[in-house]
């Protein structure tokens, strides 16, 4: 996903807004640096865990009744 990031404070945005939240810059770059990042970053797979360990949590004490 291309992100964009702010020339005057350096404020990374997922998308291409009209300007910066944090400064109100309006003007920013492509922003490639953390392409390669933590499949974490992804919200999908950040709840799919939760919901994975919810799940094994459930499991486990109905399991133990």
Avoid: F
Avoid at 8 to 23: A, E, F, Y
Avoid at 39 to 50: A, E, M, T
């Amino acid at each position: 996903m291309a992100k964009w990031k702010c020339d005057q404070c350096g404020t990374v945005h997922r998308r291409n807004p009209n300007k910066c939240r944090s400064c109100g810059n309006t003007v920013l770059s492509p922003y490639h640096g953390d392409e390669g990042g933590s499949p974490l970053d992804d919200p999908r797979v950040r709840y799919g865990l939760i919901a994975l360990a919810v799940l094994l949590v459930v499991v486990l004490v109905v399991a133990l009744l």
